[in-house]
């Protein structure tokens, strides 16, 4: 396995979110828009997907992870910045994807909000229509 440069920088998305992770060697802390995690994200649900690419490789104690996230919702950042981190490790050492992707965390979400066409109600409900 190789070893971290002093930092490694990698890009998250999901949805609307975008997230710049930089990876550094450490004891496994996360400093989210410079504030910890259990700050930032009250939701744990959202703490536990920021973790999920490091625990599924088993390095979560060997990596600190700081992070700069903007746009979308908690859920959508948390994804973003699980994304970054797997970025960040494939970069690190490329024999780690294999099992990121098994895990289905290589793959960028792409999903987002269909827009309000006109004529219509919204992106797909229509006006009541009467023939009358």
Aim: charged share 30%.
């Amino acid at each position: 396995m190789a070893t971290a440069a002093p930092k490694t920088y990698a890009t998250g998305r999901r949805k609307t979110a975008i997230a710049r992770v930089w990876l550094t060697s450490g004891e496994g802390k996360f400093t989210i828009n410079d504030r910890s995690d259990e700050d930032y994200f009250s939701r744990p649900t959202a703490r536990m997907v920021i973790r999920q690419a490091l625990e599924e490789v088993t390095l979560l104690a060997n990596y600190n992870v700081i992070a700069t996230v903007v746009g979308g919702g908690m859920s959508s950042q948390a994804g973003a910045i699980r994304h970054g981190i797997t970025r960040a490790l494939m970069k690190i050492d490329s024999d780690l994807r294999p099992k990121l992707k098994a895990a289905g965390y290589v793959t960028r979400d792409p999903r987002k909000k269909e827009r309000k066409k006109y004529g219509q109600k919204a992106a797909r409900a229509r006006f009541q229509f009467s023939k009358r």
